[in-house]
DNA sequence: TTGGCTATTATGTATGCACATATTAACCTG
DNA sequence: CAGGTTAATATGTGCATACATAATAGCCAA
């Protein structure tokens, strides 16, 4: 009764293994046989196998743990994996015209919150880009950002009046590892204001800061107009 | 001058590559040498590359393609993998108590929206669910939820006083697919009542759609009472 | 020139083997 | 019986090899 389908490919066993557990053969807790087992039973190699689980456990369905064995994860996490594109990009993904304007620029001594962020001393400046995103000439998000001067030099001399700060970093800053958070936030009188929307209105806000292994990069708040919304599969 | 430093493990490559991309050495647009010459200067099978390659991919920072060969992704496209845990458990990772309260159940014809994303006729019925869920007695979120009962008959007779739709789906019913979408929008007097806060409060919003192959079996909106957030490293 | 065939090339994957490593179970030893 | 040592076990990874597959480049013929 074992050889009539033969799973050998790791998709082929992936998904095998993931109708398993969704038809609630394997159920949530169980310990599931070992690659060794697995493989004879469904004629393929060991790391096929491997392959196949290691896929699941990074998916979140299964938690794999030396000698102990592999078993179906207790609570299914749901991961989502979603693009943060640059601005321009995901408007004229949209087959819409994008804009940009420059509001203002300065170096500055950033607030506490921002200051800590960024890690710099009470003195410390820093360079300060607001800026507005538009799409079809409509404003689409506000930027509102800090660039650490002490790890990238080169901010103070770029001209963030044709390219944008969220752009002109791609380009010339690197960074390490990052941290983003998403929120609703009610506009303020002044974001109200730049976006043409009543104050007060919800805006879908992203804050992300960056960092080059230590140092402290950027620090941005994108503050999108009513409507957008960020979308994702799973 | 070959073989100095050896990178024998593929996160040893992998980590290798990423600096060359961060550093520049291979810009972004750039081909990157084939899988054998890298694994040759690297002292290492080639296996070994592909796997550091192929991981590299599917962060979103190379390009692959068969025969074209693999190249630093034009725009390093920012992937953030975030978690979309149970509500309950989101509340107690945080140390509060959970706490849950039905508003109402019942069996109706959902809004032409709901109908349309559902697949259902114009008389369908569906069952619907509003609850709310309480951290530390505060309402965290409303889940108004409308469950297809043409895939989830079972759904008729669960007791969602006693543990919410959410959790019962994710012990009763399997999906293979689903699409999430987040968005910030303002509380309406409903909503606002239910979670005691200011009409046109910004929410924070995520609505979730699920399916089993091509049959619906839920759609849900829940709506985060203000300082809700998502936070996630990149 | 056009259209299609073919060879080439780089990635994709399967396999068998070996060894590494984390973790647990079993076994001592005092 | 406590506490530590050792063996057993399942996953993790590396390697060499082979073949599969996609995409291109080059060629040839109508």
Redesign the pocket.
């Known amino acids: 009764m074992t050889g009539q389908t ?1 799973f ?6 992936h998904d095998e293994v993931l109708r398993r557990i969704r038809e609630r053969e394997w159920k949530p807790g169980d310990s ?8 004879r039973e ?13 896929a699941l ?1 990074d998916a979140g369905l299964l938690d ?7 078993r179906v994860a207790l609570h299914p996490v749901g991961k989502a994996t979603l693009d943060i594109p640059v601005i321009r990009r995901e408007i004229e993904a949209r087959s819409q015209r994008y804009g940009y304007a420059l509001q203002s620029r300065q170096d500055a001594v950033p607030p506490g919150p921002v200051r800590a962020v960024l890690n710099l001393g009470p003195d410390a400046r820093a360079q300060h880009v607001l800026a507005l995103h538009l799409a079809d000439g409509r404003p689409q998000a506000i930027e509102d950002r800090w660039i650490n001067l002490a790890t990238v030099p080169q901010a103070a001399d770029a001209d963030f009046a044709k390219v944008s700060a969220n752009e002109w970093l791609v380009d010339n800053a690197t960074y390490t590892h990052g941290d983003i958070t998403f929120s609703a936030q009610s506009a303020t009188a002044a974001e109200a204001a730049l976006l043409g929307v009543d104050a007060g209105a919800a805006l879908f806000v992203i804050d992300r800061t960056t960092w080059h292994h230590d140092d402290a990069v950027t620090t941005a708040r994108l503050a999108y107009a009513p409507g957008y919304r960020i979308q994702t599969r799973i």
């Open positions: 033969r050998n490919s790791w998709q082929a066993v599931i046989p070992n690659e060794d087992d697995l493989a469904f004629g393929c190699a060991r790391s096929t196998v491997n392959r196949a689980l290691r456990a794999r743990r030396r000698r102990a064995g592999t």
